[in-house]
């Protein structure tokens, strides 16, 4: 069993940064491949960003590539979402969730473990 918590949320105008962390318990996250989500209201929640177990694959959203930095420390047990010239369109709830799998993970339901999600807001 892996418990998951966010936390680095919050209030940012538009053009700022957040990063956010996802601090694993109960097991090591060096076995998992990690994502990151984001559900606005009266949406789908989406993958952001993913990474595989040992950190040589990435992915990205079309919509965040450039922006958003998704990086791991297993020695740490830490997983982080660097968010860079945030946009209004970036505001959602955004979960870290843990795959039980080497490999990149891309759906919600690929993820096995999640956060209980942290809000993010970027006003205009």
């Known amino acids: 069993q892996v418990q998951l918590v966010e936390s680095g949320g919050g209030l940012v105008q538009a053009g700022g940064s957040l990063r956010l962390s996802c601090a694993a318990s109960?097991?090591?996250?060096?076995?998992?491949?990690m994502g990151w989500f984001r559900q606005a209201p009266g949406k789908e929640r989406d993958v952001v960003a993913a990474?595989?177990?040992?950190?040589?694959?990435?992915y990205y959203a079309d919509s965040v590539k450039g922006r958003f930095t998704i990086s791991r420390n297993n020695a740490k047990n830490t997983v982080y979402l660097q968010m860079n010239s945030l946009k209004p369109e970036d505001t959602a709830v955004y979960y870290c969730?843990?795959?039980?799998?080497?490999?990149?993970?891309?759906?919600?339901?690929?993820?096995?473990?999640w956060g209980q999600g942290t809000q993010v807001t970027v006003s205009s």
């Open positions: 969730a843990a795959r039980a799998d080497y490999g990149l993970g891309y759906a919600p339901r690929e993820y096995v473990y």
């Open positions: 109960g097991r090591t996250l060096s076995s998992y491949a």
């Open positions: 990474k595989n177990w040992s950190g040589s694959s990435t």
